[in-house]
């Protein structure tokens, strides 16, 4: 999908109020409703606009711990990179994922309400995981900060 200066003000806005409606909208952007629907849609439908979602505070649900792992793999063949992307996947406390270049093969971040927790995570969960060589935790002291925005404003 080719996307105009048009869709990516809608992105903006969105970004920033996912439950603005669409007269809202339409009105922020200037177009009529109808045609802002559609090009929402097209989004949609293009994958552009993955989901919506509302912004948890961490440790207002119980989970103020917030730790950066690196792990390496004993061996970066395709399918034991596959089995661990697919192990990684199934724990609730993974909040992201990365495959990276250098040192160590993932960056994962994860969530936990205490250090017991996190024990239990790595004997029980990270550590089983077939191929895992190495693991490296950073625990994080605090967020400097946290966009959830993507960087638009050039495109608008």
Do not use: W
């Amino acid at each position: 999908m080719q996307l105009d200066r048009t869709d990516y003000r809608i992105l903006h806005h969105i970004q920033n109020n996912a439950r603005m409606t669409n007269v809202d909208l339409a009105e922020a952007i200037g177009l009529s409703p109808a045609p802002c629907l559609r090009r929402v849609k097209a989004l949609e439908a293009a994958g552009v606009i993955k989901s919506y979602a509302g912004i948890v505070d961490a440790g207002a649900v119980g989970l103020p711990i917030s730790i950066f792992i690196n792990i390496s793999l004993e061996r970066q063949e395709r399918s034991h990179l596959e089995d661990f992307e697919a192990s990684i996947r199934t724990n609730p406390e993974v909040m992201e994922c990365y495959l990276m270049t250098g040192s160590s093969d993932y960056l994962v971040r994860i969530v936990v309400p205490d250090l017991q927790s996190f024990e239990r995570f790595l004997a029980d969960k990270l550590t089983r995981i077939p191929g895992v060589a190495n693991i490296q935790s950073s625990f994080a002291v605090k967020q400097v900060v946290y966009n959830t925005e993507l960087p638009l404003q050039e495109r608008i």
